[in-house]
Each structure stands twice: as C-alpha cells, then as structure tokens.
C-alpha cells in the first residue's frame, strides 16, 4: 500500500487598505449691491456705483467676471458717464460685461466695480437695476439675480426765505417781509389764536403755524 504524502500549501493573503484623503473643494460665493446717495436735488449730477462682494471658502479663487444688462428711469435721470474701477467692465447700449483672465486681477473681498454718473432731471422716485451674472475663475455662475436703488429725486431748498404774508386771528399785524419780530396784544378773554403765513417761494415749506393755546402774560412763537 502506497503511503500518499502530505502535501503543504501556503497561501499568501495580502490585505489591502483603503486610506481616505479628505478632499478640499475651493469655493467662492458673491454678492452684488449698489453704492451711492439715496436722494439728489432735480438739475444735480449723483454717483452710483457697482460693488461686488467675494468671500472665498478654502482659498476660493475670487471672481473672474461679471456681465448683465443696465436699467433706469430714463424720464428721471439721464446718464452722463460711466467709471471703471475693476474686472475690466465695459459699458456698452446698455450692459455691462468684465472678465479678467489674469489671476492678479480677480476680484477678492469687497470692491467698486463701475460708477454710473446721472444728472437728476425729474422730481420722484427712479430705480436703477442690473440682472447681474458674477461668474468664478473656473467660469462657474456663482450669483445670479436682479439687485436695484432707488433714488429720491427733490427740488434743492430756496434761497428765497421770505414771507410774502402773515396774519394772527383776533389782532392786526402791520406785516413787512423785512421785519423778523412782531408783538401783538389780545384781550385777556382770549385763550387761543391761529397764525397763518404764506412764502413767496411757493415750493418753500413753512412751520410753525396754526393754532395756538394761550397763557396769560407773554407767549412767544416762532415761524421757520
């Protein structure tokens, strides 16, 4: 009877691990807003100005581009110029477009972008808008929405502050747009007037009118 031999066998097992690299993603988020004064007097030139906004997360990139078409009241303002401060932007019929290849001029943090310079031609209320578009270096749209200010267009005050009239119920003024003082008696059975006047600038506002209490002795009132 043959005798069968033992036969040996190794097997090599190779184990193989998986390590897990956390993966860092760069980003950037923009906001677009606009700058400038709320109210401007009618004939007067206001700036408005573009800013946009970047804050990076993990070393984002900054913003490489922006583009979208301008809109305003133009039976309000009239627009005499345009300024660029960054991305390049140009203002053409009425849009406005930048984009910057070179990484030295991406947008980072907080900057002016382009000033509009209109002239106030109109009293009320106009808006000014843009349907703004702000891409990344990558090209990645990364703000898209319409951003608006509305500015009060006024008449500038009156260099002419005179009254053209002034009146008080139950005495007599001998008025004179001159004299800036008045004194008047009333009989002491009267416990209230009412002061009236009228400006020579119509458009001028006038405060201090109407009616009065009275207290015996001296009362004083002023009309601005």
């Not at 031999?5 to 906001?31: D, E, G, H, Q, W």
């Not at 070179?102 to 009293?123: C, E, M, P």
């Amino acid at each position: 009877m043959k005798r069968l031999k033992n036969r040996k066998f190794s097997f090599l097992i190779l184990s193989f691990f998986l390590f897990l690299c956390p993966l860092t993603v760069k980003a950037t988020n923009a906001n677009v807003s606009f700058s400038g004064n709320n109210s401007v007097y009618v004939g007067s030139n206001i700036d408005i100005t573009l800013v946009v906004s970047e804050s990076g997360s993990n070393g984002g990139e900054g913003v490489a581009g922006i583009q979208g078409p301008i809109s305003y009241d133009q039976s309000k303002l009239e627009l005499i110029s345009t300024k660029t401060h960054s991305l390049n932007v140009n203002y053409n019929s009425g849009r406005i477009i930048g984009m910057v290849t070179d990484t030295s001029q991406y947008l980072r943090g907080t900057k002016n972008v382009i000033t509009f310079t209109f002239k106030a031609k109109a009293l009320g209320n106009a808006t000014v808008s843009i349907k703004a578009d702000v891409s990344d270096a990558g090209g990645a749209k990364i703000f898209s929405s319409t951003v608006s200010k509305t500015i009060s267009v006024t008449n500038p005050p009156s260099s002419n502050n005179n009254l053209s009239s002034l009146s008080v119920s139950n005495a007599s003024i001998n008025f004179n747009k001159n004299n800036t003082n008045y004194s008047v008696s009333v009989d002491s059975n009267v416990t209230n007037i009412t002061i009236s006047a009228t400006s020579e600038d119509s458009g001028a506002s006038i405060s201090g009118t109407g009616n009065k209490n009275l207290n015996y002795g001296n009362n004083k009132f002023d009309i601005t």
